[in-house]
Structure formats: C-alpha cells, structure tokens
C-alpha cells in the first residue's frame, strides 16, 4: 500500500511539473523545499534534490527550546487568552482602543498567533508588550475572567523577545529576498 501511495504521489508531482514545461531530464538540478514530511520526501526525492525549508526548521527548533524551558508555554498560553480575549469580543477590544486612547498612546490592534508561523508567536508577544499597561488597565476594570500578566511574567516576555527577536529579523530578511527574487 505504501509503494503505491508513493508511486501515486510521484506521479501527481510529475503532472504538476509537466504543466510548468520543466524537463525533468535536463543535467541542471532542480531543488525541492520540503517541510521533512516523510511520505512527501520518499516521492519527491525519486524526483528532486531536496532541500529543508528554513522557516519549518526554525519553527520545528523554537517548539523543542519553548518544550524544554519549564513555564515557557503555560506563559504563551496565558498570553493567547488575553490576546484571544481582544480578538473574539469587539466589546472588549473597543474597551481597549478606549483605554488607550485615554492614556494618550497609538491605538494598536494585538496580533494574533497562527500555529503554522513562529513568528506570529514573536509578533503577539512583541505588540502584547508595548501595550501591556493599557491591557491591564482595561482588564482591571473589566469584568472578565483573564487577568493580566504578573511583572514577572511579564519580564519573561521581555526575554522571549530579546531572544527570537533576530531570528524574527533574519526571517524577514529571507521572506523580503524571496519576494525579490519572484517578483
């Protein structure tokens, strides 16, 4: 069953490159970027050179360091409730812009986290940050059931930033050379 799957897999990959006009028997070598799926790199490899994507690997070693740093993602979680608060509830987040309006600040919308981007994680702990003391005025006199970060949770925040912080610029710097080359 295995080896058909396979051959069926290699066989729609082959499709799919006929339909680009590539010659798959050209001598120059063409590269594949690949997520290390498995089943996705026995067909491939019958076919191409491949190569790890960047990106997946970065993901794939951030979720191992966050998994062996005791805390690490109990504090994302707490972080998602409050951002997933802001972002389900236009009440609350009208509450928000309010508050932050009040204490003379941009109104900033939180950014949501997307399982499949590591940076997203690194973006709503960026911009959770920076409007920390209105979201915890706000939730102080809200009527909910999230409470803000404490100051120490808040200084591991503060590292979990410093942290992914260039690796964030690296990817941009990648994900800005890759549009420039397609473009």
Known sequence: MMLTLLK?????????IADWSVNLGQSAPI???????ANFCVA????????????NSLQLA?????NECAGVNVLLNEAKAIVGQYSCSTQARKRLHSQMEEMKRSVLE???????RWCSEYKMLLRLYEVKKAIGA??????NNIDMLTQVELKQVAGIIEILGPLAQATNVMETLIQQHHS
């Open 110 to 116: 939180l950014i949501g986290y997307v399982d499949t």
């Open 8 to 16: 069926t897999f290699k066989k729609i990959l082959q499709d799919g």
């Open 62 to 66: 951030i979720n191992d360091a966050k």
């Open 138 to 143: 706000e939730l102080a006199i809200s009527h």
């Open 44 to 55: 491939a490899g019958l076919l191409f050179i491949l190569q790890q994507c960047f990106a």
């Open 31 to 37: 590269y594949c970027i690949t997520d290390k799926d």
